[in-house]
């Protein structure tokens, strides 16, 4: 699967449809689903999107990595996939997002779509510029780095 990267914004028109950027629908299109799966992001006010082999993916690793009915798996079950939908493509590309999710993520005429690697935000512009320059800052100040991987050399 092609990496999900950069930044794209895109109306909603007025019947709510918008659509998703064509670099990020074309790493779907060898899944069975013809669309995208979202859902609210638990860390940031967006809202989360990904394909279908990664949202099984989620929700195996939900399962089997916490404690089953543990308060921890019922929160994250409850978050993610209590208000998870499957949206379906049209043809021109478009999903609709429902309305509760545009209200969490504060998005209203127009969203901004921003690739994660293997899965992708969509964003109220504003706040995701607020949060793109903060996020540079902090890992500037941090001096963040990636640690080096073990037989890399030091290679990244």
Sequence with gaps: MALLIGRYG???????????PKP???????ENFGGIYVYPSIRFNAIEACGESYFRELTQHLNDSLEKFSPEQDDLLIA??????????????RVVIPAELLEMASVSEEARFVGRADYF???DPKSHEEHRHQGLSQAR???VTLPVRPGSAGKV
């Design 24 to 30: 990020f629908r074309d790493t779907f299109v060898h």
């Design 141 to 143: 100040t941090r001096t």
């Design 121 to 123: 935000q969509i964003w």
């Design 10 to 20: 895109n109306k909603i028109d007025k019947k709510g449809r918008v659509s998703v």
């Design 80 to 93: 993610i996939l209590d208000n998870a939908h499957a949206l379906l493509f049209d043809p021109e590309g």
